[in-house]
Nanobody, 119 residues
Framework: QVQPVESGGGLVQPGGSLRLSCAASGLTFSRYVMNWYRQAPGKERELVAAISSAGGSTSYTDSVKGRFTISRDSARNTVYLQMNILKPEDTAVYYC????????????WGQGTQVTVSS
């Protein structure tokens, strides 16, 4: 069974950094677009960052541009989200999503990892 597994969340002060990891076993990693979503209390889940199946293309929501970086390691079937200059409004549960590059309805979600930015 495919189950992406996130790690790396936690409590950090404003201005700090965290790196999230998502290990995606049980699928052909090179055929999947990898996405990071987040959901804050009382808000809808939003797409934060995405990286193409080959890793050559990335995209970010406006609020994190210049602060977050998504990357992938095909040898480890892992996608990362480096988060710098964190703000309280970045507080949310962060979810990893693997979406087939052709059959977009074939997608898998991780269980989520909590990121809290607070002094």
């Amino acid at each position: 069974q495919v189950q992406p597994v996130e790690s790396g969340g936690g409590l950090v002060q404003p201005g700090g950094s965290l790196r999230l990891s998502c290990a995606a076993s049980g699928l052909t990693f090179s055929r999947y677009v990898m996405n990071w979503y987040r959901q804050a209390p009382g808000k809808e889940r939003e797409l934060v960052a995405a990286i193409s199946s080959a890793g050559g293309s990335t995209s970010y929501t406006d609020s994190v541009k210049g602060r977050f970086t998504i990357s992938r390691d095909s040898a480890r079937n892992t996608v990362y989200l480096q988060m710098n200059i964190l703000k309280p409004e970045d507080t949310a549960v962060y979810y990893c999503n693997a979406q087939h590059e052709i059959y977009s309805k074939v997608a898998y979600w991780g269980q989520g990892t909590q990121v809290t930015v607070s002094s």
